[in-house]
């Protein structure tokens, strides 16, 4: 389910390289219903503590629900980017409603991917290309051009106004 996800926003070849990186292998690792990315270095380090003492190793990608559904989290954010397969571009105006977690609607929508199928992942940028979050397309290319102007087109996932929100919580 972590790979399926991670797929829904890169394509199948650049998950692979998320894997065999040029500085070592790395690898997924469910910990406590948590997906943690890591070198085999990391993992070799955390096999010497006991699970029940280990909080955490790597950067946690995101987690497993209580319905067995998997979320990413936006520390999956530095490392999904570079691979993003379709993208959106946000006017300045839509930046700071996008990141106290609202959807996008098409008024605040800059540019997109060509090709961008309905229900798919996207990574959401600025127009200076800084990576804000990710998404799942609500409507296609071609729908986007034709809809009007407060139709969504991204709902949102996670953004990284989450640091600031969600301070205490995230671990």
């Known amino acids: 389910l972590c790979i399926?996800?991670?797929?829904?926003?890169?394509?199948g070849d650049n998950v692979r390289m998320l894997l065999?990186?040029?500085d070592g292998l790395y690898t997924f690792r469910l910990h406590r219903d948590r997906v943690y990315y890591c070198s085999e270095a990391i993992i070799k380090y955390a096999s010497n503590f006991p699970r029940k003492e280990l909080?955490?190793?790597g950067t946690c990608f995101g987690r497993f629900t209580k319905t067995r559904k998997f979320r990413l989290h936006i520390t999956a954010l530095d490392f999904i980017a570079p691979y993003a397969k379709f993208k959106i571009w946000l006017k300045p105006n839509a930046e700071q409603q996008f990141l106290y977690g609202h959807?996008?609607?098409?008024?605040?929508?800059g540019r997109i991917t060509e090709?961008?199928?309905?229900?798919?992942g996207?990574?959401?940028?600025?127009?200076?290309?800084?990576?804000?979050?990710?998404?799942?397309?609500?409507?296609?290319?071609?729908?986007?051009?034709?809809?009007?102007?407060m139709a969504l087109v991204v709902f949102h996932q996670a953004d990284v106004g989450e640091f600031l929100r969600n301070e205490d919580a995230l671990t």
């Open 103 to 109: 959807n996008v609607v098409k008024s605040g929508l």
């Open 115 to 120: 090709n961008t199928p309905k229900y798919h």
């Open 55 to 57: 909080l955490s190793f």
């Open 122 to 149: 996207v990574i959401v940028y600025t127009m200076n290309d800084v990576p804000l979050g990710f998404g799942v397309a609500a409507k296609s290319t071609i729908e986007c051009r034709a809809a009007d102007p």
């Open 4 to 11: 399926i996800t991670i797929t829904k926003f890169s394509t």
């Open 20 to 22: 065999e990186r040029p």
